[in-house]
Nanobody, 116 residues
């Protein structure tokens, strides 16, 4: 399974950005998918997770601003980010749990930069 993220980049404070993560390969076992971010010099933390049925959970810091969704037919995970602040900057990567192959798959990650 390969996960490829897209949509990262530079945005101003208060702006919006939409991220995508597309899975390919043997994807039939993918269940829960998640977005993580790692700010500079800090640990990687969970931002949002979504079940195959579409139920999403969020970190408290992004509730009301970020929306995770997925299109199972396209094997794609999305993250709509609004009202971005400086603390939202970091490397964002997606993760997929796999009940067929077992374990978890990670994307390579992409940079999100928020400027003041």
């Amino acid at each position: 399974v390969q996960l490829v993220e897209s949509g990262g980049g530079l945005v101003q404070v208060g702006g919006s950005l939409n991220l995508s993560c597309t899975a390919s390969g043997t994807i039939r076992g993918i269940t829960r998918m998640s977005w993580y971010r790692q700010p500079p010099g800090k640990q990687r933390d969970l931002v949002a997770a979504i079940s195959r049925a579409g139920k999403a959970d969020y970190a408290d810091s992004v509730k009301g601003r970020f929306t995770a969704s997925r299109d199972n037919a396209k094997s794609t995970l999305y993250l709509q980010m609004k009202n971005l602040n400086l603390e939202d900057a970091g490397v964002y990567c997606c993760k997929a749990c796999d009940v067929y192959l077992g374990g978890r798959h990670w994307g390579r990650g992409m940079q999100v930069t928020v400027s003041s």
